[in-house]
T-cell receptor, first 115, second 109 residues
């Protein structure tokens, strides 16, 4: 099965700074997404990472706060900008390999703590 | 009303027991349904897709009831390793998935 690698796996950051999370898939995928999972809660979709164009953001998420890049079909980055303690969360890269089934597969996640 | 609702549990069961729990969804146009398993501090992993006719994968059985808009997961002969949070996931359009908050299952020796 394909491998979805995320880094960093965890980080502790200071308020006001920014962090970029990378997601690398070892095969080309059409659909790639970024999710957030806050402590004790389920997953919330941040945005769909579109190859070669601007990401599609869900309600409550904006590009200035969560800029996303997707230069090709195997790689994407999510930046959490101007961080505050409320941004402490697990950020998960996910992909769909087969559009017909829609099954979603996740990277191992990046656990972010903002002090 | 949330798009996907689950009983958070926890369901505490002895090894070898059977445990079952449901998930309800609000969008009658939902097309696909999944159960994911999430271990503590790990990413969710696909456990099984749920088909209209119901399906079984070893000790796990999933059922779909479109009329009442719920899906269920049954675990037979529970193992200690089944302890996890089980996430109900519903797909309503081409790609967007809605996640339930999860049902926690703890299997004790």
């Amino acid at each position: 099965s394909a491998v979805i690698s995320q880094k960093p796996s965890r980080d502790i950051c200071q308020r006001g700074t920014s962090l970029t999370i990378q997601c690398q898939v070892d095969s080309q995928v059409t659909m790639m997404f970024w999710y957030r999972q806050q402590p004790g809660q389920s997953l919330t979709l941040i945005a769909t990472a579109n190859q070669g164009s601007e990401a599609t953001y869900e309600s409550g998420f904006v590009i200035d706060k969560f800029p996303i890049s997707r230069p090709n079909l195997t790689f994407s980055t999510l930046t959490v900008s101007n961080m505050s303690p409320e941004d402490s969360s697990i950020y998960l890269c996910s992909v769909v390999f087969t559009v017909r089934t829609g099954e979603l597969f996740f990277g191992e996640g990046s656990r972010l703590t903002v002090l | 009303r949330k798009e996907v609702e689950q009983d958070p549990g926890p369901f505490n069961v002895p090894e070898g027991a059977t445990v079952a729990f449901n998930c309800t969804y609000s969008n009658s146009a939902s097309q696909s349904f999944f159960w994911y398993r999430q271990d503590c501090r790990k990413e969710p992993k696909l456990l099984m897709s749920v088909y209209s006719s119901g399906n079984e994968d070893g000790r796990f059985t999933a059922q779909l009831n479109r009329a009442s808009q719920y899906i269920s997961l049954l675990i037979r002969d529970s193992k200690l390793s089944d302890s996890a949070t089980y996430l109900c996931v519903v797909k309503s359009n081409d790609y967007k998935l809605s996640f339930g908050a999860g049902t926690t299952v703890t299997v004790r020796a």
